[in-house]
């Protein structure tokens, strides 16, 4: 009779861990509807709920740097059963830029697993007589302070990548803040910017429809999508941008389901269908991490962007 009881109680111990995921999984994007990352994201979410058996709900969470999103990850419990995506803004940029952060990002969240790579091409307007990095920097150095540079926004990627590129290659850029890519590249387009560093979800079907003319990727190697296209390091070296996307969860949740989740997206970011499927969306899917490697990642980003903050004496909008 023990025998049974205790064989049952192994039973019911195996059942219980086994038991995750159990109910949907609610997915917070900190971000609008209907952008590069809502769409990468969802990519994956899609791909989560086939591996793992139950619903992903997405919910967008839009505006205020990422904030307001990432708060409605760091306040939900913390059972596995919310999730959200952080990026290398709302995790390692805000906290130089904004000057309160309501969250402490060691203290508050748990890192789950790192996923795609963002990077940002430089652009150009097609009336703009340069046709190579070299040129721009040629050009800009004869025309001081006389050439627009959009971005996305104060302290995005787009925004610090262009200012890397102007204190490595000591050019003068105005630059010109848009609430968002599709407005900036609208503006591009039509000539009221001449000059932009765009995430490759974005600048990428206007480069391929000859609507700008692409110069070079930030990537630390040529794109896929993009092979003729040279690295903007080949001319500038050692100059490289990039954007990373990753999940996060509320701090506490159990380190068990925490390896769950790292294993899981780490399957699905190497699935060959949804790896197609990113790259075409012109995101880079990344070698997996632990959540202790995504931890420093995070971490020398912030050291890194914290400098060009500083030195460009950067505010937020």
Same mark, same amino acid.
């Given at each position: 009779?023990?025998?049974?009881?205790?064989?049952?109680?192994?039973?019911?111990?195996?059942?219980?861990?086994?038991?995750?995921?159990?109910?949907?999984?609610?997915?917070?994007?900190?971000?609008?509807?209907?952008?590069?990352?809502?769409? %990468?994201?969802? !990519?994956?979410?899609?791909? %989560?709920?086939?591996?793992?058996?139950? @619903?992903?709900?997405?919910?967008?969470?839009?505006?205020? *740097?990422?904030?307001?999103?990432?708060?409605?990850?760091?306040?939900?419990?913390?059972?596995?059963?919310?999730?959200?995506? #952080?990026?290398?803004?709302?995790?390692?940029?805000?906290?130089?830029?904004?000057? /309160?952060?309501?969250?402490?990002?060691?203290?508050?969240?748990?890192?789950?697993?790192?996923?795609?790579?963002?990077?940002?091409?430089?652009? !150009?307007?097609?009336?703009?007589?340069?046709?190579?990095?070299?040129?721009?920097?040629?050009?800009?150095?004869?025309?001081?302070?006389?050439?627009?540079?959009?971005?996305?926004?104060?302290?995005?990627? #787009?925004?610090?990548?262009?200012?890397?590129?102007?204190?490595?290659?000591?050019?003068?850029?105005?630059? !010109?803040?848009?609430?968002?890519?599709?407005?900036?590249?609208?503006?591009?387009?039509?000539? +009221?910017?001449?000059?932009?560093?765009?995430?490759?979800?974005?600048?990428?079907?206007?480069?391929?429809?000859?609507?700008?003319?692409?110069?070079?990727?930030? $990537?630390?190697?040529?794109?896929?999508?993009?092979?003729? %296209?040279?690295?903007? #390091?080949? $001319?500038?070296? @050692?100059?490289?941008?990039?954007?990373?996307?990753?999940?996060?969860?509320?701090?506490?949740?159990?380190?068990?389901?925490?390896?769950? %989740?790292?294993? +899981?997206?780490?399957? *699905?970011?190497?699935? *060959? $269908?949804? +790896?197609?499927?990113?790259?075409?969306?012109?995101?880079?899917?990344?070698? +997996?991490?632990?959540?202790?490697?995504? @931890?420093?990642?995070?971490?020398?980003?912030?050291?890194?962007?914290?400098?060009?903050? /500083?030195?460009?004496?950067?505010?937020?909008?």
């Amino acid at each position: 009779m023990k025998r049974l009881i205790a064989l049952a109680l192994i039973a019911l111990s195996a059942g219980a861990q086994a038991a995750y995921p159990e109910k949907p999984i609610r997915f917070i994007l900190p971000s609008a509807a209907g952008g590069s990352v809502d769409v %990468l994201m969802r !990519v994956l979410a899609q791909q %989560l709920s086939a591996q793992m058996g139950v @619903g992903f709900v997405v919910e967008n969470k839009p505006g205020g *740097a990422f904030v307001p999103g990432t708060m409605d990850i760091v306040r939900a419990a913390p059972d596995g059963y919310t999730l959200g995506y #952080g990026n290398i803004v709302s995790l390692a940029i805000n906290r130089s830029l904004l000057e /309160k952060v309501p969250y402490d990002v060691e203290k508050d969240l748990t890192l789950v697993s790192n996923c795609v790579q963002v990077f940002n091409m430089l652009a !150009v307007n097609n009336d703009l007589p340069v046709r190579s990095v070299q040129e721009l920097v040629a050009y800009a150095k004869k025309n001081p302070g006389k050439l627009t540079n959009g971005s996305s926004g104060n302290g995005t990627t #787009g925004h610090l990548g262009g200012e890397l590129f102007k204190s490595m290659t000591g050019v003068d850029m105005t630059h !010109v803040p848009y609430r968002g890519s599709t407005p900036a590249v609208t503006d591009m387009i039509g000539g +009221q910017v001449q000059v932009m560093f765009d995430v490759t979800p974005t600048a990428l079907p206007q480069i391929k429809a000859g609507k700008l003319r692409a110069l070079g990727a930030t $990537t630390a190697k040529r794109l896929d999508a993009l092979p003729d %296209l040279p690295t903007i #390091g080949e $001319t500038v070296k @050692g100059y490289k941008a990039s954007a990373w996307i990753g999940v996060g969860a509320p701090k506490g949740t159990p380190p068990e389901i925490i390896a769950t %989740l790292n294993k +899981q997206i780490s399957a *699905a970011v190497s699935d *060959a $269908t949804i +790896q197609k499927r990113l790259t075409d969306l012109g995101a880079t899917p990344m070698p +997996q991490m632990t959540p202790a490697e995504f @931890g420093k990642m995070m971490a020398d980003d912030y050291a890194k962007w914290s400098k060009v903050i /500083k030195s460009a004496n950067i505010k937020p909008q």
